[in-house]
């Protein structure tokens, strides 16, 4: 039909700004929840998690098989698989603030080094320690997101610091990162 602006894609390799764009957050089949964005995010945590998903029709009875005889359906690629933790927190929709760096430590999160007070340039968002921040470059470039060791409160506090004046300006021994690599997602 041509009135038809939905477009069959047979394989995705990965979710990316594309991808996303394709999608219009409704669903037309009035089938599933959420409309097709979330099941963009899903494929991509999917991807991110080193797992194949698909996307099929549940209109007609016995999809699964339908799909095994036909391959009428996308097939998402599973990506090179980082580990279920960090697939999970980059796919997570929603962020409780963000935190600018500077362009040091924009390289050394892109080198897999945590993100230190130091590098830290700008507080935004009212968070509590292990919520989820994204992590920006002075452009608003989205550089990562992670699970932050500091609430806003006291992130304000130690903008710019080395890690030898955080016990006097916090009041108490500091933790070795704003956010630790092993909490954080390169985006």
């Known amino acids: 039909d041509s009135t038809n602006k939905e477009q069959l894609i047979g394989t995705v390799d990965l979710v990316d700004d594309n991808i996303m764009a394709m999608a219009d957050g409704s669903s037309s089949s009035g089938l599933g929840s959420g409309g097709m964005i979330s099941k963009l995010e899903a494929a991509k945590i999917a991807n991110l998690a080193g797992i194949e998903m698909s996307i099929i029709s549940g209109k007609e009875d016995h999809p699964l098989e339908r799909y095994a005889r036909t391959d009428i359906g996308t097939l998402f690629k599973a990506g090179d698989g980082i580990n279920a933790h960090k697939a999970w927190l980059s796919g997570l929709l929603t962020s409780a603030g963000t935190i600018t760096v500077d362009s040091g430590a924009v390289e050394a999160l892109q080198s897999g080094n ?31 997101r992670g699970l932050v060791e500091y609430d806003s409160i006291d992130c304000v506090k130690i903008i710019g ?16 990162a704003v956010v630790h690599r092993n909490q954080m997602v390169l985006v």
Do not use: H, W
């Open 114 to 144: 945590s993100l230190l007070a130091a590098g830290i340039v700008t507080i935004n968002g009212d968070f509590e320690r292990s919520d989820v921040v994204e992590i920006l470059d002075v452009d608003g470039l989205k550089v990562a």
């Open 161 to 176: 610091c080395r890690s030898s004046q955080m016990e006097t300006l916090l009041g108490y021994a500091p933790r070795s």
